[in-house]
């Protein structure tokens, strides 16, 4: 009989699921004409952070700011701008934040080293939780 009471909920987890819009959602995003420019789009859209997700880039995002930002981009790329160029012009309007991979310089560092810096804290603590109990 306990088979019977793990099947409901997962029954229903997957019912939950498929309601889900989110789940289901396709980009609407008319793609560039040209393909190799397509592309060119596709590979910014990973190097470029949603600003309201945080921790996906915009080929990964639902919001509508994402979306606003892959349309600039494929503009952008219509009118002639290079890589460079589009990812300068973000940075001047959202600032280094919205980068997947942001300069290593002296208003990022504490991104850069924070996760060393959390990494080294962990180890003194275990060093110290294990030297204690050792004690």
Known sequence: MPSKYIAKPIILALLLWL?????MALTIDPPLADAAQEARAKVLFYEIRC???????????????????RRTIRQRIEAGDS?????????????????????????????W???LLLLFTGLLMALHYFRRKNA
Do not use: H, K
Request: hydrophobic content about 40%; charged content about 15%; some cysteine.
């Open 19 to 23: 309601s889900n819009p989110g789940a």
């Open 83 to 111: 890589n460079e160029a589009i990812t300068r012009y973000l940075v001047s309007r959202y600032g280094n934040s919205i980068l997947m991979r942001p300069p290593f310089e002296s208003s990022t560092i504490l991104l």
């Open 113 to 115: 080293i924070a996760p």
């Open 51 to 69: 600003i309201v997700c945080q921790g996906e880039s915009i080929a990964d995002s639902q919001a509508d700011i994402a979306g606003d930002i």
